[in-house]
């Protein structure tokens, strides 16, 4: 019954800013780090940064959207965020949520379902 439901993504002009919300429910959210990841069509899907349970990064942000994007979460709400300024159209892509966490033995990871981003003029 854990799910990630994502929502905030939508079509924006270039130099447009836009937040991605990711809502956590039916796991402890706190307990797991976050990740959003993108993918463009016909191309693999990468890694845009992640932040630890209590919200500190623990990897990078891509250097294409280095200054730009932010990745925060707000763990009493169950959320994950991705704010994105000042977009530009190589930033359109399909954008999941992903959380992690050592629980026991095993990896666990869950993933959102995605929600797109295009940016056009």
């Known amino acids: 019954q854990a799910q990630l439901v994502e929502s905030g993504g939508g079509l924006v002009q270039p130099g447009d800013s836009l937040t991605l919300s990711c809502a956590a429910s039916g796991f402890t959210f706190s307990e797991y780090v976050l990740s959003w990841y993108r993918q463009a069509p016909g191309k693999e899907r990468e890694m845009v940064g992640t932040?630890?349970?209590?919200?500190?990064?623990?990897?990078e942000l891509l250097d294409s959207v280095k200054g730009r994007f932010t990745i925060s979460r707000d763990n009493g709400k169950n959320m994950g965020y991705l704010l994105m300024n000042s977009l530009k159209p190589e930033d359109t892509a399909v954008y999941f949520c992903?959380?992690?966490?050592?629980?026991?033995?095993?990896?666990?990871?869950?993933w959102g379902q995605g929600t797109q981003v295009t940016v056009s003029s």
């Open positions: 932040i630890s349970s209590g919200g500190y990064i623990i990897k």
């Open positions: 992903n959380v992690r966490a050592a629980i026991y033995d095993r990896l666990l990871q869950y």
